[in-house]
C-alpha cells in the first residue's frame, strides 16, 4: 500500500484530500505546513507528497525545493495544489522540483490519476 503524505495548513482540505486517497486503499500521513512537512517525509519516507502552495511557517515552494535537495527525500515525487490561477504560479511549482501541479477544486478522478501516474510501478 502506497503512502502520501499530505501537507496542508487546513485542517478540512486534509482531511477532505485524506478521504479521497483513502478510497483508493492509499495510507495517509499528514503535516500542517512545511516545516512539518520535511521532518514527517524525512521520518516516513512517504511514496508521494500532496502539497498546499500557500502555508504558513514554510511554504510549498520552499519545502520542495528543500526536499529535492535533500538526497534523502530527492526521489520522492511531490504534487504541489493552489488556487492561485496565475501562470507563474505554475512555473514556480515546477521550478522548485514539483513533479505535478494540480488547480484547486481538485476532483477525486484527477488527484488519483496524478498520483498514480507518479507512484513508482
Known sequence: MARILVVD??????????LTLRRNKW????????????????????DA???DY???KMNGLEACEKLTEDPETAHIPVIIYTGYSASH?????LNAGAKSFLLKPIT????REEIQRLLPS
Do not use: F
Not at 108 to 111: A, E, G, N, V
Open 9 to 18: 495548513d487546513l485542517s478540512d482540505m486534509r482531511t477532505l484530500l485524506g
Open 27 to 46: 495510507e495517509v500521513l499528514e503535516a500542517r505546513n512545511g516545516v512539518e512537512a520535511l521532518d514527517v517525509a524525512r521520518s516516513e519516507m512517504p
Open 49 to 51: 507528497i500532496l502539497m
Open 54 to 56: 500557500d502555508m504558513p
Open 89 to 93: 504560479v505554475r512555473d514556480d511549482a
Open 108 to 111: 477525486p478522478s484527477k488527484l
